[in-house]
């Protein structure tokens, strides 16, 4: 089983299992690490997951690919949350994120630029349009993007507090 197909069946079922539970599989991927392989299971959910989250999901998913035998020999699974400046990997990670701000690492030059950062303004199944300040408003498909992640501000929203304090 080439690791194309074993993400897409493995996703499929991690997924079956979170949405029982009212989580999301945000992102699965696979790291070779000193001879074992190393699986990262992303798991999200709107009020956002704790710590005690990803510890549940890693005792849960474990036992489950255990008892399913679905990855051949030595494995390590980590659990964890997509985290604030969480990777963009699937059109609809990029829907649920219109208007907020990404950066953009891309395979090949598109207009003469490998990097765009700005506003997600509008996001389909094959490509997404970003505005981004120094190169105007732009669609990119999505097989050309190598790496997406949201910027997060992490004061937004409290700026305001402040001078409205201060004034």
């Given at each position: ?20 539970e ?34 549940y ?97 992490p004061?937004?929203?409290?700026r ?8």
């Open positions: 089983m080439d690791w194309n197909t074993l993400k897409e069946d493995l996703s499929r079922r991690i997924q079956a299992l979170l949405q029982d009212s989580f999301d599989l945000w992102d699965l991927e696979f790291v070779s690490q000193a001879g074992a392989t190393v699986v990262r299971v992303f798991v999200d959910r709107p009020s956002g997951v704790t710590l005690q989250d990803c510890a999901w890693n005792k849960k998913i474990g036992r489950y690919l255990d008892a399913e035998d679905v990855i051949r020999g030595r494995y390590v699974l980590e659990v964890g949350s997509p985290g604030l400046d969480r990777t963009l990997t699937r059109p609809e990670h990029y829907a649920r994120y219109l208007g907020a701000t990404v950066e953009m690492k891309l395979h090949d030059p598109h207009e003469g630029r490998r990097t765009f950062r700005g506003e997600i303004r509008a996001a389909g199944p094959d490509s997404m349009v970003v505005a981004d300040p120094e190169a105007g408003t732009v669609s990119l498909p999505y097989a050309s993007i190598r790496k997406a992640r949201l910027i997060v501000d004061w937004e929203g409290m305001g507090q402040e001078r409205r304090r201060k004034g």
